[in-house]
Every structure is written in structure tokens, then in C-alpha cells.
């Protein structure tokens, strides 16, 4: 009687179904996990134009920016323009100089959107609308998932807001 070298189709279907399962609970696990770590880089950019704005906001005698606005693709268009050409007194030498030295090294994609988050800066003097970050005076920019609603879950976190301060408080979902 010869000895059967090799595996049953038994065992081999056994074998599939286990990596089958292994893939089902990993795969949930790793979307997840590079879910936070968007987040997380997001969440650098925030704290990077939260300094920014900041710094900035200390040179100048005037309010930047002078409304609320969404950090844009067209920003970084507009960054090649020589902020020592342009008028001092309507503050776009500065304007020109945030575009450059801080909008453009962040790699937004064609939508205007960094890992997937949108950024607004908010205005310092007065109390904003309620389209840069709830309308609250003490913010200073401000970032939301532009997708949030499809993807977070109850406790999981979909934006975050720069405070004058120089702290971050992420914004949950509640339901």
C-alpha cells in the first residue's frame, strides 16, 4: 500500500475558511487604525496653521485673516505671487507670505482636502458665523472630516479646533 503524500480537499477548505475569518476581523481593525492615523496627521496640520496664525497675528497691526476661510487649493495657486510686490497696508504681503511658508508645503489633494479634512480659519476679532467652527470667538482655525458623516461612528472623532490659547479639543460624534 502506498502512502498518499499531499492534502485532502477537507483540509484545504478547512485552511481557507480560516484565513478567510482572519481576514474578516483584521480588515475592520486596519481601516480603523489608518482612520486615527488621517487623524493624527490632520490633526499635525491643525496645530502647524494654529502656530501660524498665531505667529502671525502678533507681526501684524490687522486682523488675519479678516474673515472666516476655508484653507483652499487656490491658496497654493496663489503662492507663486511675491509678497514684496504686493501693498503692505492691505496686509496681502502677509497673506502671500502665510501661502507660502504655511499652505504650501500641505499636499491637498484636487478637492482642497488634506487626509481627507477640510480647514477653515477663523477670524481674530470678531465673534465668527457659524461656518468657521460653531461660532466660537476663541478659535483660531479649525478642521472637519469632510466625509464624517458616512464614516464616524458614535465616539469617534470627525474634527478638532485650534484654540487661542494654543490648545486642541477634538470635536466626537454624539449620535
Not at 480560516?18 to 496640520?45: C, E, H, W
Not at 472666516?68 to 502677509?94: C, F, L, Y
Request: hydrophobic fraction near 40%; charged fraction near 20%; glycine fraction near 4%.
Amino acid at each position: 500500500m502506498k502512502k498518499q503524500t499531499g492534502f485532502t480537499l477537507i483540509e484545504i477548505l478547512i485552511v481557507v475558511v480560516i484565513a478567510v475569518s482572519v481576514a474578516a476581523f483584521a480588515l475592520p481593525a486596519y481601516k480603523k487604525t489608518q482612520d486615527r492615523a488621517n487623524f493624527l496627521a490632520a490633526q499635525g496640520v491643525l496645530m502647524d496653521l494654529g502656530n501660524a496664525v498665531q505667529m502671525l497675528r502678533e507681526e501684524v497691526d490687522f486682523p488675519f485673516p479678516a474673515a472666516a476661510r476655508s484653507v483652499m487649493k487656490n491658496w497654493q495657486e496663489n503662492s507663486s505671487i511675491d509678497p514684496e510686490e504686493t501693498a503692505p497696508v492691505t496686509g496681502n504681503a502677509h497673506y502671500f507670505l502665510f501661502l507660502r511658508k504655511y499652505l504650501s508645503p500641505i499636499p491637498f489633494n484636487v478637492a482642497s482636502l488634506y487626509k481627507n479634512y477640510r480647514f477653515v480659519l477663523c477670524p481674530e476679532n470678531t465673534a465668527s458665523s457659524s461656518y468657521c467652527c460653531n461660532g466660537d470667538s476663541n478659535v483660531v482655525v479649525c478642521m472637519y472630516d469632510s466625509g464624517y458623516a458616512n464614516r464616524a461612528t458614535k465616539g469617534e472623532y470627525y474634527g478638532a479646533l485650534y484654540y487661542k490659547d494654543n490648545h486642541i479639543e477634538r470635536i466626537s460624534k454624539i449620535n
